[in-house]
Nanobody
Framework: QVQLVESGGGLVQAGGSLRLSCAAS????????EGWYRQAPGKERELVAA???????YYADSVKGRFTISRDNARNTLYLQMNSLKPEDTAMYYC????????????????????WGQGTQVTVSS
């Protein structure tokens, strides 16, 4: 059974930093493509950052230069380092993994992701 468990969310002031973690069981992150999504109240879920099996990355324009996605294969854990946080970053953040087979293909659509975590809340105060 596949499980993705996010942690690291919380309340932070604008300009602060948080690092989200996503621990996987039942799958190996090194053999998957991964992504971080977020959903704010009343808004659609959006892809924030993604990584291919080969390590190529994608960032939404709204977080480029502030967020960094990374993966620790030994710990089978995905990370999202978030710096210079803004109130508009407030959302529930979800990690997801894709069975996409092409090594350098980044999954950028919801339907490409096969496994999802339960989410961790990030709240940025002004």
């Amino acid at each position: 059974q596949v499980q993705l468990v996010e942690s690291g969310g919380g309340l932070v002031q604008a300009g602060g930093s948080l690092r989200l973690s996503c621990a996987a069981s039942g799958i190996r992150f090194s053999m998957k493509a991964e992504g971080w999504y977020r959903q704010a109240p009343g808004k659609e879920r959006e892809l924030v950052a993604a990584m291919s099996r080969g390590g190529s990355t994608y960032y939404a324009d709204s977080v480029k230069g502030r967020f960094t996605i990374s993966r620790d294969n030994a710990r089978n854990t995905l990370y999202l380092q978030m710096n210079s946080l803004k109130p508009e970053d407030t959302a529930m953040y979800y990690c997801a993994a894709s069975e996409i087979e092409v090594a350098d293909q980044i999954a950028t659509s919801d339907y490409e992701y096969d496994y999802w975590g339960q989410g961790t809340q990030v709240t940025v105060s002004s």
